[in-house]
């Protein structure tokens, strides 16, 4: 295949091209009548649908990976429970490549909980600071104590509207209650 801006095709449309080579490698561009979908006036996304709807045999996207927290927990646990596997019953000597693989596969998934439980202590040891030195303030009275809010200046119930709506509240609310008909 020579290379589609070569052919006076729209840089968008060369991108598409590219794209759906890259993804159905076993297909010929000429399949596809490209100039009979394009439009101008589209974006590239809009154009992969447009093309996806006209020629929905071929491969349009690439498939995305599972982004859900757990089909990635899912992932990594099955990860882990290959790994401790592999280092109980085989020996290292009888490790093929594909199991090297998933060990490292485990070690990036260790080394981004380590990354993420740093992060997480760092900011309960700030935290642990802050309320230390509010503490210090507080003895050396620099700064009054936090008054504490008696239970009856606690904000009330969400669902009940401002005291202006009482009559059509407590209508409602009779209604509700099947008392008004």
Do not use: C, H
Request: charged share 40%; net charge negative; glycine share 2%.
């Amino acid at each position: 295949m020579s290379n589609p801006f070569e052919k006076g095709y729209p840089p968008i449309l060369a991108a598409l091209r590219s794209k759906f080579k890259k993804l159905n490698p076993n297909v010929d561009l000429e399949t596809i009548d490209w100039w009979a979908v394009y439009d101008p006036k589209l974006s590239y996304a809009e154009l992969v649908e447009k093309f996806a709807e006209a020629y929905p045999m071929y491969k349009w996207r690439e498939e995305a990976k599972p982004t859900k927290p757990e089909e990635v927990k899912d992932e990594e646990e099955e990860a882990i429970s290959y790994v401790r596997y592999l280092t109980t019953v085989l020996k290292p000597n009888e490790l093929k490549e594909e199991d090297i693989k998933r060990i490292s596969q485990v070690a990036d998934i260790a080394a981004k909980y380590k990354q993420k439980y740093e992060k997480a202590r760092e900011e309960l040891l700030k935290l642990k600071r802050i309320e230390a030195e509010e503490r210090e303030l507080i003895e050396k009275k620099v700064i009054p104590p936090p008054k504490e809010k008696p239970i009856t200046e606690l904000p009330e119930f969400p669902f009940k509207p401002p005291k202006e709506r009482e009559e059509f509240y407590n209508y409602w609310m009779r209604l509700f209650r099947g008392e008004v008909e």
